[in-house]
């Protein structure tokens, strides 16, 4: 499975962006996708995920303002991220799981300010 992530860029406090992340490959049997983020000078933390059965996790901070979503006759995969703000700023990683191994995108930079 090879990833492909774009859309990241400067956003204003209050503004959206939208990831998309891109799979091509061999697909079949993807069951887990997620968006993930590296704030500078800290660890990679897991945003927003979602399964096959469509259940769907976020962390506290995003929630009510980010939804993660999937096209799965595109294999594409979105975040959608309304209301910035400037501790959102980080580089974005999609990641999916199929069968068991998993695949990372190659990051996307995204960068709140006014």
């Known amino acids: 499975v090879q990833l492909q992530a774009s859309g990241g860029g400067l956003g204003q406090p209050g503004g959206s962006l939208r990831l998309s992340c891109a799979a091509s490959g061999t697909t079949f049997g993807i069951n887990f996708m997620a968006w993930y983020r590296q704030p500078p000078g800290q660890r990679r933390e897991l945003v927003a995920s979602?399964?096959?059965?469509?259940?769907?996790n976020y962390i506290d901070s995003v929630k009510g303002r980010f939804t993660i979503s999937r096209d799965n006759k595109k294999n594409t995969m979105y975040l959608q991220m309304n209301s910035l703000k400037p501790e959102d700023t980080a580089v974005y990683y999609c990641?999916?799981?199929?069968?068991?191994?998993?695949?990372w995108g190659q990051g996307t930079q995204v960068t709140v300010s006014s």
């Open positions: 990641n999916v799981e199929r069968l068991s191994v998993t695949y």
């Open positions: 979602t399964t096959i059965g469509g259940d769907t």
